[in-house]
């Protein structure tokens, strides 16, 4: 089980969500001229909604991927030019070797994945942030809800500074869920400082 890449990615996110909360903690005792002592009410609440999180992101990249590869197959140069020349000897020989055609690319489906992550997926994603890290801190559904109205949109535009970034790098350079993954959760870990910050200010 534990060789899922699933469940490896959700064991790694969730060391790197507890790590974010107690460095912020570090953070904010600094600024106020505090004493340090960690709070573990807080990294639990991460850690459990980093454990909730992760698994359904993954399976979105994974659905993403699937519908919108972001590498397909194309004739190879060389190819394209032993054809463009009727060079029949070495389209065979292309074709032996397996590099008729090569993984590129591709834009039209990078921009609509990119498109559909940062618009739906960032949306569901701050939603379920809100609702259970308040259901976490003993909210009802309504008050949770009332918090969603409330911070759902500077959490997105908070989040637009970084994420789509994170997912343009995602989508034409790393080529892995897996990879694409580790990348998400580093990045996520400098979310979850910003956000343990603030929601430890008054």
Same mark, same amino acid.
């Given at each position: 089980?534990?060789?899922?890449?699933?469940?490896?990615?959700?064991?790694?996110?969730?060391?790197?969500?507890?790590?974010?909360?107690?460095?912020?903690?570090?953070?904010?005792?600094?600024?106020?001229?505090s004493p340090?002592?960690?709070?573990?009410? $807080?990294?639990?609440?991460?850690?459990?909604?980093?454990a909730?999180?992760? $698994? $359904?992101?993954?399976?979105?990249?994974?659905?993403?991927?699937?519908?919108?590869p972001?590498?397909?197959?194309r004739?190879?140069?060389?190819?394209i030019?032993?054809a463009?020349?009727?060079?029949?000897k070495?389209?065979?020989?292309?074709?032996?070797?397996?590099?008729?055609?090569?993984?590129r690319?591709?834009?039209r489906?990078?921009?609509?994945?990119?498109l &559909?992550?940062?618009? %739906?997926?960032?949306?569901?994603?701050?939603?379920?942030? &809100?609702?259970?890290?308040?259901?976490?801190?003993?909210?009802?559904?309504?008050? %949770?809800?009332?918090?969603?109205?409330?911070?759902?949109w500077p959490?997105?535009?908070?989040?637009?500074?970084?994420?789509?970034?994170?997912?343009?790098?995602?989508?034409?350079?790393?080529e892995?869920?897996?990879?694409?993954?580790?990348?998400?959760?580093?990045?996520?870990?400098?979310?979850?400082?910003?956000l343990?910050?603030?929601? %430890?200010?008054?």
């Amino acid at each position: 089980m534990l060789s899922s890449p699933i469940v490896r990615a959700t064991i790694q996110s969730c060391l790197l969500s507890a790590s974010s909360n107690v460095l912020a903690q570090t953070i904010s005792a600094y600024r106020t001229n505090s004493p340090y002592t960690i709070s573990w009410t $807080p990294v639990l609440h991460f850690i459990i909604y980093t454990a909730l999180n992760c $698994p $359904p992101n993954f399976l979105w990249q994974q659905l993403l991927e699937s519908l919108f590869p972001s590498r397909t197959l194309r004739p190879s140069p060389a190819a394209i030019a032993a054809a463009s020349s009727n060079d029949d000897k070495e389209l065979d020989s292309e074709e032996a070797t397996h590099s008729i055609v090569e993984p590129r690319l591709n834009g039209r489906n990078t921009v609509l994945k990119f498109l &559909i992550d940062q618009s %739906a997926g960032g949306a569901a994603n701050t939603v379920a942030f &809100i609702m259970i890290m308040a259901g976490l801190r003993g909210a009802s559904w309504e008050e %949770a809800w009332n918090l969603v109205q409330f911070e759902f949109w500077p959490l997105m535009v908070a989040g637009a500074r970084l994420w789509p970034l994170v997912s343009l790098i995602n989508f034409t350079v790393l080529e892995s869920v897996e990879s694409r993954n580790l990348l998400g959760s580093l990045a996520g870990m400098a979310w979850g400082v910003y956000l343990s910050l603030e929601a %430890a200010s008054p």
